[in-house]
């Protein structure tokens, strides 16, 4: 993490950061998150949400909020947000071939991403919704019909996308 704040950060000095109240106050409220979690992308996160701390002008207020939703959000839903700010991206990222409709719902997007969620297609719409009660995304449901290119649209709020950058 050291190099990585050396590369990014101009001026860089470990004193410097020892000095800086929200580096330290970020620090302590990231580990004390990382002490009670054992999933690898949560703790990735958190690393992130450091270094971003200290590379991008971030208001106290929204960190804190970014680091509640860190430890709000389940793994799940890390990932689903990130799959809705760019489900195109996802599709090549992951080696995925794009499909072709007419007409469809985003959920089929998602379904064929995350198939293991087919079979709960509820807690599906408990993830998506508690994303929407977050102001992460803005729709609170997938299943509207709608043109391909409304499919592949980003469905990530403004602040949405902040908390993907900040993670």
């Known amino acids: ?38 999933q690898e992308e949560k703790l990735k996160c958190l690393k992130n949400a450091i270094v971003n701390t200290i590379i991008f002008d971030i208001s106290d207020d929204k960190s804190k909020l970014f680091f509640y939703l860190v430890d709000e959000l389940s793994c799940m839903q890390i990932s689903i947000l990130k799959f809705l700010d760019d489900p195109n991206e996802y599709y090549i990222r992951n080696g995925m071939e794009r499909k072709s409709y007419h007409m469809g719902s985003p959920s089929i997007l998602l379904l064929e991403a995350y198939p293991m969620l087919n079979d709960d297609k509820e807690y599906m719409n408990k993830l998506v919704k508690d994303l929407y009660s977050n102001r992460l995304i803005n729709t609170e449901s997938l299943n509207t019909l709608m043109t391909e290119s409304g499919m592949y649209a980003s469905r990530t709020t403004k602040f949405g996308k902040e908390f993907i950058s900040f993670i």
């Open 1 to 38: 993490m050291l190099n990585e704040l050396n590369e990014k950060v101009e001026n860089f000095s470990i004193d410097n950061l020892i000095s800086n109240e929200k580096f330290v106050t970020c620090l302590i409220e990231a580990s004390q998150l990382a002490i009670k979690n054992h």
